[in-house]
Nanobody, 127 residues
Framework: QVQLAESGGALVQAGDSLRLSCTTS????????MAWFRQAPGKEREFVAA????????HYSGAVKGRFTISRDKSENTVILQMNSLKPEDTAVYYC????????????????????WGQGTQVTVSS
């Protein structure tokens, strides 16, 4: 059984940094696509970042590009989201997602493309 478990969410102040982790079990996703999405209160879930393929190609939404960094530790079967210069608008539940395929760029932004999801971790940024 495949499971994704997020951790690292917390209450922080604007300008702080936070590191989210997503650990997978039941399957190796080292060469597939793993991503972070987030859902703020009253809003739809949105794409944040993804890392895909054997080369670890990285992609970011415009809202987080330059502030967030996604990385993958294959030995630990873990995906990390390093979040710097956090803003109140980054407040959301952050979800880890994974798919066995190396998704193409036109589909990796879509939550429907991902087969596996974690339960989410809350990030709250106070002003």
């Amino acid at each position: 059984q495949v499971q994704l478990a997020e951790s690292g969410g917390a209450l922080v102040q604007a300008g702080d940094s936070l590191r989210l982790s997503c650990t997978t079990s039941g399957r190796t996703f080292s060469d597939a696509t793993m991503a972070w999405f987030r859902q703020a209160p009253g809003k739809e879930r949105e794409f944040v970042a993804a890392i895909r393929g054997t080369m670890g190609m990285k992609h970011y939404s415009g809202a987080v590009k330059g502030r967030f960094t996604i990385s993958r530790d294959k030995s630990e079967n873990t995906v990390i989201l390093q979040m710097n210069s956090l803003k109140p608008e980054d407040t959301a539940v952050y979800y880890c997602a994974a798919d066995r395929r190396t998704l193409i760029t036109s589909t990796m932004f879509l939550e429907t493309s991902y087969e596996y999801w974690g339960q989410g971790t809350q990030v709250t940024v106070s002003s």
